[in-house]
T-cell receptor
């Protein structure tokens, strides 16, 4: 089954404790990206990657890091989480062709105390 | 800056037709997508318009007017399961990965 898998789905952590949210896709997509979703703001892009070892900042990259060492994986790293990073996070992937379609993971709800 | 506007809420009854509008102001434009998101779920793709006009997919249709920076999603024969949030998203680069999303429209379908 074609899918984007994120882990963990739910996480409560404390300020300053480094964490990583993993994302893996099995569709051989070149493009992957991370979004955060907050009430009333829609989805905002954090980082995106056009291929292995190629990453770039989205609209809200502050406080986040990413890496793309393998085509299928695109982890999101919060080096020192803060309460304003409490949010619902989605990983997405897409094909090279412009189809307008992003394939989203199920989401990771993160709470930073 | 980049901004997309959608109504925050829409309510309709089963069997009716509803139109959700989206206006945008972005630095680049390569297409307009629509997504559906049920509570607690992931956004799922509905449609994409790169050119002006109407695209029809079953009960859902999407329209784009690039000269007016405007699009809409039309849902026909509404069903209870259509109750969800709907997001428009502008593709702002030609690589197919950079999208700016609207704030979302919550659709409630009443019996």
């Amino acid at each position: 089954e074609a899918q984007v898998t994120q882990n963990p789905r739910y996480l409560i952590t404390v300020t300053g404790k480094k964490l990583t949210v993993t994302c893996s896709q099995n569709m051989n997509h070149e493009y992957m990206s991370w979004y955060r979703q907050d009430p009333g703001l829609g989805l905002r892009q954090i980082y995106y990657s056009m291929n292995v070892e190629v990453t770039d900042k989205g609209d809200v990259p502050e406080g986040y890091k990413v890496s793309r060492k393998e085509k299928r994986n695109f982890p999101l790293i919060l080096e020192s989480p803060s309460p304003n990073q409490t949010s619902l996070y989605f990983c997405a992937s897409s094909k090279t062709e412009n189809t307008g379609e992003l394939f989203f993971g199920e989401g990771s709800r993160l709470t930073v105390l | 800056g980049q901004s997309l506007e959608q109504p925050s809420e829409v309510t309709a009854v089963e069997g009716a037709i509803v139109q959700i509008n989206c206006t945008y102001q972005t630095s680049g434009f390569y297409g307009l997508s629509w997504y559906q998101q049920h509570d607690g779920g992931a956004p799922t793709f509905l449609s994409y318009n790169a050119l002006d006009g109407l695209e029809e997919t079953g009960r859902f249709s999407s329209f784009l007017s690039r000269s007016d920076s405007y699009g809409y999603l039309l849902l026909q024969e509404l069903q209870m399961k259509d109750s969800a949030s709907y997001f428009c998203a502008v593709q702002v680069d030609n690589y197919g990965q950079n999208f700016v999303f609207g704030p979302g429209t919550r659709l409630s379908v009443l019996p």
